[in-house]
């Protein structure tokens, strides 16, 4: 089934650690984001693609940096987690044209301890 | 880049009435504008969208009125129920190649039994 998948979940790390987010989608979209989404409900956008290769950084600074090497594969690593890094992150993905509905992934909870 | 206002950031109703959002944009050139429904612990999921020839669009309980003039466009949410209560999030994109989408800050609405 077409879906857009993160993994993991959740996830509890250390201060420190280097974390790697995963998304894949398998819809053959060509632009996928990331979001980070706190209990205040703003999704803020922090990394964007609009394809292979292009990566964009988005509104809300963020330390984390993303790679785009295949079309259905967008990973967001954090090389060195800290507790403001505590959050939720959200995966889209959309197709240029004239319907670009976003799909979402489940997202991951990250707690950064 | 694209600028999305949403209001308001809260909405509290009563069982069987309609509930309005509103949201403005800045960019002439946006001609796509969804609207996402994220209920607590889920990811956001298209409920309707409007493009920029169309003035209304109506899908059962909700529709959408768009203002291209006034650049504005608003979410009506009629005979309320107590499983409308979520995240409500308008967004905006011009739907090239080289534009992403733009969402708003997000309403929260409460449905009262």
């Known amino acids: 089934e077409a879906d857009i998948y993160q993994t993991p979940r959740y996830l509890v790390i250390g201060t420190g650690k280097k974390i790697t987010l995963e998304c894949s989608q398998t819809?053959?979209?060509?632009?996928m984001y990331w979001y980070q989404q706190d209990p205040g409900m703003e999704l803020h956008l922090i990394h964007y693609?609009?394809?292979?290769?292009?990566?964009e950084k988005g509104d809300l600074s963020s330390e984390s940096t993303v790679s785009r090497i295949r079309t259905e594969h967008f990973p967001l690593t954090l090389e060195s987690a800290r507790p403001s890094h505590t959050s939720q992150y959200l995966c889209?993905?959309?197709?240029?044209?004239?319907?670009?509905?976003?799909?979402f992934g489940q997202g991951t909870r990250l707690t950064v301890v | 880049g694209e600028n999305v206002e949403q209001h308001p950031s809260t909405l509290s109703v009563q069982e069987g009435d309609s509930a309005v959002i509103k949201c403005t944009y800045s960019?002439?050139?946006?001609?796509?504008f969804p609207w996402y429904k994220q209920e607590l612990g889920k990811r956001p999921q298209l409920i309707i969208d409007?493009?920029?020839?169309?003035g209304e669009k109506k899908d059962q309980r909700i529709a959408v009125t768009l203002n291209k003039t006034a650049k504005h466009f608003s979410l009506h949410i009629t005979e309320t129920q107590p499983e409308d209560s979520a995240v409500y999030f308008c967004?905006?994109?011009?739907?090239?190649?080289?534009?992403?989408?733009?969402f708003g800050k997000g309403t929260l609405l409460t449905v009262n039994p």
């Open positions: 409007i493009r920029s020839n169309v």
């Open positions: 960019d002439s050139a946006s001609n796509y």
């Open positions: 967004a905006a994109s011009p739907g090239g190649s080289n534009y992403k989408l733009t």
């Open positions: 889209a993905s959309t197709k240029t044209g004239l319907n670009t509905e976003a799909f």
């Open positions: 693609s609009y394809g292979v290769n292009s990566t």
């Open positions: 819809m053959g979209h060509d632009k």
